[in-house]
Structures are given as C-alpha cells and as structure tokens.
C-alpha cells in the first residue's frame, strides 16, 4: 500500500515553497522567482525545470543536483518547527492509515518527491510515520521519475516476501501519479484532496476515487477493490 504525501496525507506547501527558495539561491545564486507544478514529481525533476524557468548562469548537472538536494534537506530541517503551525495534515489521514493497517497482510510506506529525510519530517511532524514502513519507500533524494520509485519500492518488498507482485495500490490526490502508478504496476485510487477534478483522476486511469479520507472504512473498501482487482487479472 502507497500513498503519496504532498496534498493526500498533509499540507505543508508554505514551507516546502521557503526550502526551494532558500535553496535554489544557495546552489545557483539566483533567486527562485518563478515556480513550477509539484503535483506528482520529484524534488530533482523540479530543480532542473527551476533552473531552465529562472534562466540562471549556470548548466545544471548531477553534481549542482545533487548540492541542490542537500541545501533543501538542510533549509527544510531549520523550517521543522514551522510545520505544525503553517501546515496541516489532511481530515481523516491519521485514521485512515490505521484503518488500512488492520486489514490482513497490509504494509504502509509512501512514494514521495521529496528527498527521504524531508518526507520523514512532513509525517514525524503529525504522528503519521508510525502507520509506515518508510524504509522501503521511495524518494525524490535519487533523480527517477516516480513510476520507477514505485517499480523499485515493488521489486524490493516483494523480494522480501512483504507482498505479493500483483498487490500493490497507491492512493493519490493527483494526475500525474495515477499515470505513474500505471506504469509503475500499481493500481491508482485517488483521492479529492487537492484541486484535480474526478473527471481528470478518472480520464488518468483510477477506477476509484474517494471524496476525501474521512471515512476510514470507504478508504479500506477502496484498497480492497483495488488488490482484488489486480488478483482478477
């Protein structure tokens, strides 16, 4: 079971917005004017379209990524306080994530952009990391579009006996990785939490979608449609 952070579990975009800042000014020199849809893609994605929208000096490669990376994990970590202030975690979520844990067999991680310590801090910061198995999860801190994240997060469980090839389900508020979710082999169910419309989650490929996370039960009927799903095929 996957799901993404940003806008499906919680809200902290104000202060990912100061991180990018902070750090994009550190690593290139130039202040990070205009941004770019974070729906469904990772921090190195980003960083490269933030460079080629702001137009700055330099030609961005592995190396100014990877400094990049580590200026956003440091300017994150001094913002952690700010986190339960100027973010909010999503109705439901918490119950949720229970919810979906007492099914049988049942194994929780994420599937984020952002690098593995700032989407640890995100769920620390509202008590959702102990519904979680974030060390078989997939990060934005390596430079793959999110449909390999879920590939790699479905290769190495299965290869520890966690799950079964064909059972994996990602729940996302989002376009972009309903597609990835596809192509990664995993069944999409979204979730109206964020400004995507049904007809546009629906047109992406999720069969199912849920209104929002406050119905634990409709969240662990969703998730059980979907692996039987995927077993009928």
């Not at 952009?113 to 102990?130: E, I, M, N, W, Y």
Request: one cysteine or more; charged letters at 20%; glycine letters at 8%.
């Amino acid at each position: 079971m996957l799901w993404n952070i940003d806008l499906t579990l919680l809200d902290v975009g104000q202060v990912m917005r100061a991180a990018y800042a902070e750090a994009f000014e550190k690593v290139t020199g130039e202040p990070l004017v205009y941004l770019t849809s974070t729906a469904g893609r990772t921090d190195s994605e980003m960083f490269f379209e933030f460079c080629a929208r702001n137009y700055v000096d330099i030609e961005p490669d592995v190396d100014t990524l990877a400094q990049f990376l580590t200026a956003l994990e440091a300017a994150f970590e001094t913002r952690t306080g700010e986190l339960a202030a100027k973010g909010r975690v999503m109705p439901g979520a918490a119950a949720s994530l229970a919810a979906v844990a007492s099914l049988p067999g049942a194994v929780q991680t994420v599937v984020s952009g952002s690098p593995r310590t700032v989407a640890t801090a995100k769920l620390v910061a509202f008590g959702l990391d102990s519904y979680l198995n974030l060390a078989i999860g997939g990060y934005g801190s390596v430079n793959y579009p999110k449909s390999t994240l879920i590939q790699s997060i479905r290769l190495h469980a299965a290869e520890g006996g966690m799950i079964p090839d064909s059972s994996t389900v990602l729940i996302t508020d989002n376009v972009p990785d309903v597609r990835a979710a596809l192509i990664g082999g995993a069944v999409p169910v979204g979730v109206l939490n964020g400004p995507t419309t049904e007809g546009r989650l629906r047109d992406a490929g999720a069969q199912v979608i849920l209104p929002d996370l406050t119905d634990p039960r409709a969240v662990m009927t969703a998730v059980q449609q979907a692996t039987d799903s995927t077993t009928a095929r």
